[in-house]
């Protein structure tokens, strides 16, 4: 179900943004940003987005049912919110389902070494492309 959505919010941010000629790619990374650990591996994202320079990394989880993801984008929530901000960019995470609802505690990390969390809704997806257009458009980000 996680890839079908993530999926779904490509499509919908290339119909949206299409037309301000910010790219977006499905699991791709960000210059710079890689495996605090070893320093050698690119750190990969759901998807990113990115105009001029400027990269917005966007995380997506939806589970039914609890599981390891959401505690596994929780563990390393911290050093990929430090690694991105320090370069100036932004991360979202996009979090769904009853499965993820149930584990506060990631929630809660999640949500403090991120530049927005967002469920998964159209009022949310409109959250989502102000906020990249914001960022991405506006030259004093």
């Not at 499509?11 to 790619?25: A, E, M, R």
């Not at 690119?42 to 997506?60: G, M, Q, R």
């Not at 070494?113 to 009022?123: G, R, V």
Request: with cysteine; net charge negative.
């Amino acid at each position: 179900m996680g890839q079908l959505l993530q999926r779904h919010i490509y499509l919908d941010l290339q119909t949206k943004l299409g037309q301000h000629n910010i790219d977006d790619k499905l699991n791709s990374t960000i210059p710079g940003v890689s495996h605090q650990q070893t320093g050698k591996r690119d750190t990969n994202f759901d998807i990113v987005v990115s105009k001029a320079e400027k990269y917005i990394a966007i995380e997506i989880s939806f589970q039914e049912t609890t599981n390891s993801t959401i505690e596994r984008k929780a563990g390393q929530a911290k050093s990929r919110f430090e690694n991105i901000d320090d370069l100036g960019h932004k991360i979202v995470y996009i979090i769904d389902g009853v499965g993820n609802f149930k584990r506060q505690a990631a929630l809660t990390t999640i949500d403090g070494y991120s530049h927005l969390l967002l469920a998964f809704s159209n009022s949310e997806l409109n959250r989502l492309h102000h906020f990249i257009l914001n960022f991405l458009e506006n030259e004093n980000c």
